[in-house]
C-alpha cells in the first residue's frame, strides 16, 4: 500500500519536470518573444518550486525510504542465499522477481528524476538566450547554474543532494557572470 502511495505521489515531479522542458523548449518560439520575460520570471519561480517540492519530498520520506531499501536489499540477500541452499524450491524465484522488481521501481523513479533535470541546464543552454535582455541573460544564467547538477534522492540522507553545491556554486561565479552578460 505504502509503495502505491510512493508511487502516486512521485508521478507529479517528472511530470512537472517535462512541463518545465517544454516550456523551456518554447522560448525561441516568435510568439513567445513578445512575453519573453514575462515568461522568464515565471519559469525560474516554477523551477525554484520544483526543487523546493523535490527537497520537501526527499526530507518527508526520508526515513520511510532508508526503511524500505533495508528491508528490500534484506530480502534480496535471503533470497539469493535461498537460491543457494534450495535450488529446488520454485517459490523462491517468483519472489525474488517481486523484491526485485520492488528495487527497481525506486531506482526507475531516482533515473527518471536525475535524467529530466539533467537536461534543464543543457535545454536552457540550447535557447538563444545570448540575444535576450540583461535581466533575462541574468535569470537563465542562474536557473542554468542552479540546474548543473542534477537533484538526487539518498536513503537515509547519506549525500547532498546537490542543490546546496549548487548554491555556493551560484555565490562564487556570480561575479564572473557579470562580464558575460554585458
Not at 513578445?34 to 527537497?55: A, F, M, P, T, V
Not at 537460491?83 to 524465484?93: E, N, R, S, T, V
Request: glycine letters at 2%; a neutral charge; one cysteine or more.
Amino acid at each position: 500500500m505504502s509503495d502505491m502511495v510512493f508511487i502516486h505521489l512521485a508521478l507529479y515531479f517528472p511530470s512537472s519536470l517535462n512541463i518545465l522542458l517544454d516550456c523551456i523548449k518554447n522560448l525561441d518560439h516568435p510568439s513567445a518573444n513578445r512575453e519573453n520575460q514575462r515568461l522568464i520570471r515565471y519559469l525560474q519561480i516554477y523551477h525554484l518550486e520544483i526543487i523546493k517540492n523535490l527537497q520537501l519530498f526527499n526530507r518527508t520520506l526520508n526515513y520511510v525510504l532508508t526503511a524500505q531499501f533495508s528491508t528490500i536489499f534484506f530480502w534480496f540477500i535471503v533470497m539469493f542465499y535461498m537460491i543457494g541452499i534450495f535450488k529446488d524450491m520454485l517459490f523462491i524465484y517468483p519472489v525474488l522477481t517481486a523484491v526485485f522488481f520492488q528495487l527497481s521501481t525506486f531506482c526507475f523513479f531516482g533515473e527518471l528524476i536525475i535524467g529530466k533535470t539533467e537536461s534543464i541546464s543543457t535545454e536552457l543552454y540550447l535557447t538563444n538566450w545570448y540575444e535576450y535582455s540583461r535581466e533575462e541573460k541574468m535569470i537563465v544564467s542562474m536557473m542554468m547554474m542552479m540546474s548543473q547538477k542534477s537533484f538526487v534522492f539518498k536513503a537515509a540522507g547519506m549525500y547532498d543532494h546537490g542543490h546546496r553545491e549548487n548554491d555556493r556554486a551560484l555565490s562564487q561565479k556570480l561575479p564572473l557572470s557579470d562580464k558575460v552578460l554585458e
